[in-house]
């Protein structure tokens, strides 16, 4: 099942299902190009890992680390399937960031790897967009990771089952293809990170967890369509200003 919100012709926010037919909420089918999709999800955080993919550490000039990496995005990152983003002004490079994000479905703390599936709902697609000028002059990636827009999420919510443990995930800009990998890539599991994640922190339903960007990471420019395409989930598309 993929779970979606939307806003319906009258204006009200609902949850629906995304199904070949379109999207279905209380008996009625929308069509998904005459409704508003929003966000499919509210997170009060999106943690997001860095360098969980051995090329990506490679390309950026990293170590492989020895524990997952773990940074913030706030929840003013928040965008949305069809949305147009706006860059930083006066910024050098601003680079795309495909992500397989894991969304938690309760509220948790101190999970173990063991039981680390218990609390997932399922997972979406992300773009980590990242202000490079700021990102590798500061130490916390406040300016370089969380300005208004950053995270893109969606379109849906898909569940685990549906998702393949070697899921692909690719993303084009104006329909070339710049990154792609799959899942069985991670160099940190799943229950490994919402063990790690957990230790620190509680995650709230709804939180997001970002899983790390494969290697073709590059920059962006006012015009440009990003799709990020995760296989089981589907397609995020935005727009970039």
Request: glycine content about 10%; proline content about 7%.
């Amino acid at each position: 099942m993929k779970s979606i919100r939307f806003r319906d012709p009258a204006g009200a926010i609902r949850e629906g299902t995304k199904t070949d037919a379109g999207i279905e909420f209380g008996g009625e089918v929308y069509d998904p190009m005459e409704v508003d999709v929003l966000p499919p999800v509210e997170p009060s955080k999106i943690v997001c890992i860095g360098l969980n993919y051995a090329d990506h550490a490679a390309e950026r000039g990293k170590e492989v680390p020895d524990r997952p990496l773990l940074f913030l995005k706030a929840p003013n990152t928040v965008a949305g399937h069809g949305d147009t983003i706006s860059l930083p002004e006066g910024k050098d490079r601003v680079d795309h960031e495909a992500e397989i994000g894991i969304v938690i479905g309760e509220q948790c703390r101190h999970v173990g790897e063991a039981e680390a599936w218990d609390v997932v709902e399922g997972f979406t697609c992300v773009n980590d967009v990242s202000n490079r000028d700021d990102q590798d002059r500061e130490q916390n990636w406040v300016r370089g990771k969380s300005f208004d827009g950053a995270a893109p999420i969606g379109p849906v919510v898909a569940d685990v089952e549906d998702v393949p443990a070697d899921a692909t995930i690719e993303l084009r800009v104006n329909g070339e293809t710049r990154q792609s990998s799959s899942r069985d890539q991670f160099i940190f599991s799943v229950p490994e990170l919402i063990a790690e994640i957990t230790t620190y922190m509680t995650l709230e339903r709804g939180d997001v967890i970002s899983t790390g960007t494969p290697a073709g990471v590059g920059p962006l420019e006012p015009g440009d369509r990003v799709e990020v395409e995760v296989e089981g989930v589907g397609v995020l598309e935005h727009d970039v200003a």
